[in-house]
């Protein structure tokens, strides 16, 4: 790495770049060499400002270096090219500079971050200071404290995440859903609430949780999952260490239908690539799909369904329409 791109992640972190340097920063995180500097270069300034005054102004002063850091990175989000880069630098930013923060001895004000990731953007990686690492999906929101309490880890969701909770029996980990809690202390699992489905799933992988929905409360084993369905407000719990695994096999760029209704398929495809379905016979609807592909081209997905099924796709512009086959 040669001294001018060291010089460029000083002035990320002094939050002294203008659009132009920005843009070429984005480019150097998609290099190793370069994330590792970033990282060695967060390290030094934590490190200053630890050795500094531990009271409230040396940690207003912490959070300054991280909003920066986080405001100049997030800016470019919804920049496709800047998707990668964007999510590692996440992963230092929550892994490197709060991981090292001392939990607060009470609960803090409610300052809270959010990040959304766009239909048609790859899933997003994220660290918090606890070091709990979140996997968050296409068309989904995250909600969450800048700095989590003494007592309690909550987070708010729309979409599908998965979750590696790192275990605090004293600090339970909750997720907050439409309708829904989910409560851990340490576990991995998936959790699935869109606002346009009428259907909340979430799958366990390890440890143990409790789903509780309108009153209704379901505790969890690992290679169980809850369905609970928000129209008859009756949730079911499925054992399939199969159908478990499958479930999450997004966060690894990997699309996977076990049994899945077409409407499911559909919608599923929308979000990760971003693209409007019209279903001319509703014929299509009646068939289910188990089949695993990675994240292809669009129209090579859509071919590798036309083989294994009736449905035809025809391009209308922007749109695709669904048909079944002559």
Request: charged share 25%; proline share 3%.
């Given at each position: 790495?040669?001294?001018?791109?060291?010089?460029?992640?000083?002035?990320?972190?002094?939050?002294?770049?203008?659009?132009?340097?920005?843009?070429?920063?984005?480019?150097?995180?998609?290099?190793?060499?370069?994330?590792?500097?970033?990282?060695?270069?967060?390290?030094?300034?934590?490190?200053?400002?630890?050795?500094?005054?531990?009271?409230?102004?040396?940690?207003?002063?912490?959070?300054?270096?991280?909003?920066?850091?986080?405001?100049?990175?997030?800016?470019?989000?919804?920049?496709?090219?800047?998707?990668?880069?964007?999510?590692?630098?996440?992963?230092?930013?929550?892994?490197?500079?709060?991981?090292?923060?001392?939990?607060?001895?009470?609960?803090?004000?409610?300052?809270?971050?959010?990040?959304?990731?766009?239909?048609?953007?790859?899933?997003?990686?994220?660290?918090?200071?606890?070091?709990?690492?979140?996997?968050?999906?296409?068309?989904?929101?995250?909600?969450?404290?800048?700095?989590?309490?003494?007592?309690?880890?909550?987070?708010?969701?729309?979409?599908?995440?998965?979750?590696?909770?790192?275990?605090?029996?004293?600090?339970?980990?909750?997720?907050?859903?439409?309708?829904?809690?989910?409560?851990?202390?340490?576990?991995?699992f998936n959790a699935r609430?869109?606002?346009?489905?009428?259907?909340?799933?979430?799958?366990?992988?390890?440890?143990?949780?409790?789903?509780?929905?309108?009153?209704?409360?379901?505790?969890?084993?690992?290679?169980?999952?809850?369905?609970?369905?928000?129209?008859?407000?009756?949730?079911?719990?499925?054992?399939?260490?199969?159908?478990?695994?499958?479930?999450?096999?997004?966060?690894?760029?990997?699309i996977a239908f076990d049994k899945t209704p077409?409407?499911?398929?559909?919608?599923?495809?929308?979000?990760?690539?971003?693209?409007?379905?019209?279903?001319?016979?509703?014929?299509?609807?009646?068939?289910?799909?188990?089949?695993?592909?990675?994240?292809?081209?669009?129209?090579?997905?859509?071919?590798?369904?036309?083989?294994?099924?009736?449905?035809?796709?025809?391009?209308?512009?922007?749109?695709?329409?669904?048909?079944?086959?002559?």
């Amino acid at each position: 790495m040669n001294d001018t791109d060291d010089n460029k992640l000083h002035k990320l972190l002094d939050d002294n770049l203008d659009n132009q340097e920005y843009e070429a920063i984005v480019n150097l995180l998609d290099r190793e060499d370069c994330r590792k500097s970033l990282s060695q270069q967060m390290d030094i300034v934590l490190n200053r400002l630890e050795s500094e005054d531990t009271s409230s102004v040396g940690r207003n002063e912490r959070n300054l270096v991280l909003d920066s850091i986080r405001r100049k990175i997030w800016r470019k989000r919804r920049l496709r090219h800047a998707g990668y880069a964007a999510a590692l630098a996440a992963m230092f930013v929550f892994g490197g500079l709060c991981s090292r923060s001392p939990v607060s001895h009470t609960e803090p004000a409610e300052d809270f971050c959010e990040i959304a990731v766009a239909k048609g953007e790859r899933p997003l990686h994220l660290a918090f200071q606890d070091g709990t690492h979140v996997v968050i999906n296409a068309g989904s929101t995250l909600r969450y404290p800048r700095e989590f309490g003494s007592g309690k880890r909550t987070v708010q969701l729309s979409g599908e995440a998965y979750f590696y909770v790192k275990a605090d029996p004293a600090r339970p980990f909750t997720v907050v859903m439409e309708q829904a809690r989910i409560n851990v202390t340490g576990t991995a699992f998936n959790a699935r609430s869109y606002e346009a489905d009428s259907l909340t799933v979430v799958t366990l992988d390890d440890g143990s949780l409790d789903f509780d929905c309108n009153g209704n409360s379901f505790t969890l084993k690992p290679s169980q999952k809850v369905v609970y369905n928000h129209n008859s407000q009756k949730g079911t719990i499925c054992n399939s260490s199969t159908s478990a695994s499958r479930s999450s096999l997004w966060k690894d760029n990997i699309i996977a239908f076990d049994k899945t209704p077409m409407s499911e398929v559909l919608s599923t495809i929308n979000r990760i690539y971003d693209v409007e379905f019209l279903v001319r016979d509703a014929n299509v609807l009646e068939h289910t799909f188990t089949f695993t592909s990675a994240y292809v081209p669009l129209d090579s997905l859509l071919q590798d369904i036309e083989l294994i099924s009736y449905v035809e796709f025809r391009h209308n512009g922007r749109q695709i329409e669904v048909y079944s086959h002559p």
